[in-house]
């Protein structure tokens, strides 16, 4: 039976990335993947269901950590969240898939095409007062599990005006402002992706 019925994602195959220099962890370089990772001759649709269970593809995953002075938006990760192996978890990241039906069935996606895409989707999942701005600093890699495998992150940096931010998902869970002290306390209660965020912070600022 479908997990993901009729559901296509965005994906760029394991050996580009290979091509362009695999690495495990953080990278500081996004602008060395970008151009290629987000060129349509590179990018495409691939149905869901085959490309949580393929490691030949990595599906391109935004993720957007969100911060207003010296503290950065913690939540923890709802029961029902879309990615079951997450469930529970802390995060320091909002994050999705980029899907096709986002994206008026388009057949590949561009950059500027990908920004809109983003900003939807965080407004999808969080009502956030006040302006904001935003920039792309660091990819995520993570091999060392099946989650990370199949998945590849873009690492927004946004910077919030305010911090009234609330939920409009029932799977973002505590929303809470945290300083990089708090959050190290709470290290080992997140998800691996936070985790390297959170070692790399301040590189990333």
Not at 7 to 22: C, P, Q, Y
Not at 42 to 59: I, M, T, V
């Amino acid at each position: 039976m479908s997990r993901y019925p009729d559901e296509n994602i965005l994906v760029v195959s394991r050996a580009l990335f290979d091509e362009l220099g695999a690495f495990e962890g953080l990278s500081l370089e996004p602008e060395r993947y970008l151009p290629a990772l987000l060129d349509p001759a590179n990018n495409y649709f691939l149905a869901r269901d085959d490309a949580e269970e393929d490691p030949g593809h990595k599906q391109i995953i935004p993720y957007a950590i969100f911060r207003h002075g010296d503290r950065f938006l913690h939540y923890v990760r709802g029961g029902g969240s879309g990615e079951k192996r997450l469930a529970a978890k802390g995060s320091i990241g909002i994050g999705g898939h980029i899907n096709q039906d986002d994206f008026d069935a388009q057949a590949h996606l561009d950059k500027d095409t990908y920004t809109i895409g983003v900003e939807r989707e965080i407004d999808e999942e969080l009502n956030i007062e006040g302006s904001h701005v935003q920039r792309i600093v660091a990819l995520i890699n993570d091999d060392s599990n099946p989650v990370g495998q199949v998945h590849l992150g873009v690492v927004h940096l946004f910077e919030l005006e305010t911090d009234r931010v609330t939920s409009n998902e029932d799977n973002i869970t505590e929303l809470s402002f945290l300083t990089l002290e708090e959050l190290q306390d709470r290290r080992d209660r997140l998800e691996t992706w936070s985790q390297h965020c959170l070692d790399g912070l301040s590189k990333l600022l």
